[in-house]
């Protein structure tokens, strides 16, 4: 491991600071700021995943149910209860995902906070459906009631950009693979594996949304970024090392790929 690091670097660095390098650097230490991504809320069996042993006797978690009380997380009934209404003809019509394909990227499924007006313990629970449509560089937000099934309020906003999806990260580490910038990350995953890096289903993804305003520089290509979706994706060869790319800046809206430095 530490040839390697030795290899793309030239000298030993210290911890996490891992300087910006022309290719991917493989790092053995976690890195800072990779747990920004989005996902559904988690429902309240999985907290009680964990057996509970009383007595010698390893108890199973209850059952879950279909609908939630006050403020437990959403069920996974409610969950698809609020994405199947949050979707209209309109929208998975006009919309695209992050691959192009028909209808809008889904980012994440909460529990929204009970309205002002909403009387305590009687207030109906709400769903915050949250997605991205790619046709329009949108986030659609709809709040929907998941004892009805009716839509509440739509909100449409631009230059906003909420973490990513788990798809959205596959989709970027493709990218990065097929690009000419990630040529070092292909050389990373083969040294520490002694296999070919083909697909995202290889590597361990986490990042977080790219902001220009961190950088003193922003390249040409990439001064978009904050109008389109832009990511920087951190890579993990699984149960292996940390491939730093976070030089490397992903534009999903354009599906090109941009280095910081």
Known sequence: MRELV????????????????ATAVLVGVTLPG???????????????????????????????????????????AEIERAEKASVSGALRSSARDV??????????????EPEPTDAGAAAPR???????DYKKDAV????????????????????????????E?????????????GKGLKQDFKHATGKALT????????????RKETVERVPAG????????????????KSGPWIDTRSLVVDLSTRSVGRLG
């Open 169 to 181: 990260l596959a989709e970027g580490a493709q990218l990065l693979i097929a690009d000419p910038l």
């Open 222 to 237: 990439l001064t978009e970024c904050g109008k389109h979706r832009c990511l920087q994706v951190v890579t993990k060869v």
């Open 34 to 76: 990779a747990g920004e991504s989005g996902g559904r809320q988690a429902n309240a069996a999985d907290a009680q995943q964990n057996a509970i042993a009383k007595d010698g006797v390893v108890e199973a978690a209850p059952d879950e149910g279909e609908k939630g009380i006050g403020s437990d997380p959403l069920t996974d």
């Open 99 to 112: 691959e192009g394909d028909r209808g809008p990227q889904l980012l994440s499924t909460n529990l929204s």
């Open 126 to 132: 709400r769903a915050e459906v949250v997605y991205y």
């Open 6 to 21: 030795r290899r793309n670097l030239g000298k030993v660095m210290a911890g996490a600071a891992v300087a910006v390098a």
């Open 140 to 167: 659609i937000t709809k709040t929907v009631n998941v004892e009805t099934g009716k839509v509440e309020n739509t909100n449409t906003t631009q230059n906003v950009q909420p973490p990513p999806s788990q798809e």
């Open 199 to 210: 697909g995202p289903g290889q590597l361990q993804l986490s990042g977080m949304v790219f």
